[in-house]
């Protein structure tokens, strides 16, 4: 498809277990960026990859949460030992550059549900 | 802390109507502003953006206003259109961001009744 592609849509997991989700940004994108939102809230951002640069992890809440990304292609975020805190719609977008521009192309997100 | 405020949680306005989406940011540093539309199941998508040096940018039935001396934009729909109703975020970035990584609002639902 032509959009950024987000995989799980829907997770239900248990507390304490960890959750692995997947975006697939727009090709020739090279920057990609996750966001939350959790209820009620806006989105927050959680972490950005440029290229091959070292990615900003200043967003993320915890050393349990992570991210990679292969060159400018997917990316995957991994929660370890969820909790219910972490329940929210996680969401990718991508741009063609870190420019100034500020559209960001937007997925449909992953829904987490922990119990 | 929120940065980006919106402190409307919802909006009812008639078809046809205008409609008055506003935003307050607290950082003197952020300066571009954009507005993104949200359907439900949907992720956001780009509506309509303004940069610091400007006061109005209009696009369509779409106009933002910024005023920075007092921290504040709004977001004009002007027709009204039942296909509006949705969920508008207001975002802000600034160039010490990383990547121009944007900070968003907690959004307003529009309802635009027939």
């Known amino acids: 498809g032509a959009g950024v592609s987000q995989s799980p849509s829907n997770k239900v997991t248990e507390k304490g277990k960890d959750v692995e989700l997947r975006c697939d940004p727009i090709?020739?994108?090279?920057?990609l960026y996750w966001y939350r939102q959790r209820l009620g809230q806006g989105l927050e951002f959680l972490i950005y990859f440029q290229g091959n640069s070292a990615p900003d992890k200043s967003g993320l809440p915890s050393d349990r949460f992570s991210a990679e990304r292969t060159g400018e292609s997917v990316s995957t975020l991994t929660i370890q030992r969820t909790q219910q805190e972490d329940s929210a719609v996680y969401l990718c977008?991508?741009?063609?550059?870190?420019?100034?521009?500020?559209?960001?192309?937007f997925g449909e997100g992953s829904r987490l549900t922990v119990l | 802390d929120q940065q980006v405020k919106q402190n409307s949680p919802s909006l009812s306005v008639q078809e046809g109507r205008i409609s008055i989406l506003n935003c307050d940011y607290t950082n003197s540093m952020f300066d571009y502003f954009l507005w993104y539309k949200k359907y439900p199941a949907e992720g956001p998508t780009f509506l309509i953006s303004i940069s610091s040096i400007k006061d109005k940018n209009e696009d369509g039935r779409f106009t933002v206003f910024l005023n920075k001396s007092a921290k504040h934009l709004s977001l004009h729909i002007v027709p009204s259109q039942p296909g509006d109703s949705a969920v508008y975020f207001c975002a802000a970035s600034s160039n010490s961001n990383s990547g121009y990584a944007l900070n968003f609002g907690k959004g307003t639902s529009l309802l635009v009744t027939p």
């Open positions: 977008a991508s741009s063609f550059t870190s420019g100034y521009s500020g559209e960001l192309f």
């Open positions: 090709s020739g994108h090279t920057a």
